[in-house]
Nanobody, 124 residues
Framework: VQLVESGGGLVQAGGSLTLSCAAS????????MGWFRQAPGKEREFVAA????????YYEDSVKGRFTISIDNAKTTVYLQMNSLNPEDTAVYYC??????????????????WGQGTQGTDSA
């Protein structure tokens, strides 16, 4: 599976940004897609996950109410709409794919495939 992120960039505190991730290659009957992020000097952390069926979503507490994860009708592109951004959101954001339930990605903070990462924010 290939995951290619796009949409990162510079945004002022309080602003918004949308990240996209296009998946291609192998397909799965049950899968989840999600976003993780890694800030400088910190470990990679879970941000959000969505089931391939577009039914279930999970969010890290720090982004609830500000970030929204969604998936397109073709179920191959996942988005992360980020609002009310603050400097603590500055990180490299990684797209992830898991064969299985979104709950497993949320609980284990793991994935079977990763994108190359995109600088999500660099809030001024």
């Amino acid at each position: 599976v290939q995951l290619v992120e796009s949409g990162g960039g510079l945004v002022q505190a309080g602003g918004s940004l949308t990240l996209s991730c296009a998946a291609s290659g192998r397909t799965f009957d049950t899968y989840a897609m999600g976003w993780f992020r890694q800030a400088p000097g910190k470990e990679r952390e879970f941000v959000a996950a969505i089931s391939g069926s577009n039914i279930v979503r999970y969010y890290e507490d720090s982004v609830k109410g500000r970030f929204t994860i969604s998936i397109d009708n073709a179920k191959t592109t996942v988005y992360l709409q980020m609002n009310s951004l603050n400097p603590e959101d500055t990180a490299v954001y990684y797209c992830a794919l898991l064969e299985g339930a979104a709950q497993r990605m949320h609980i284990t903070r793991g994935a079977d495939g990763w994108g190359q990462g995109t600088q999500g924010t660099d809030s001024a």
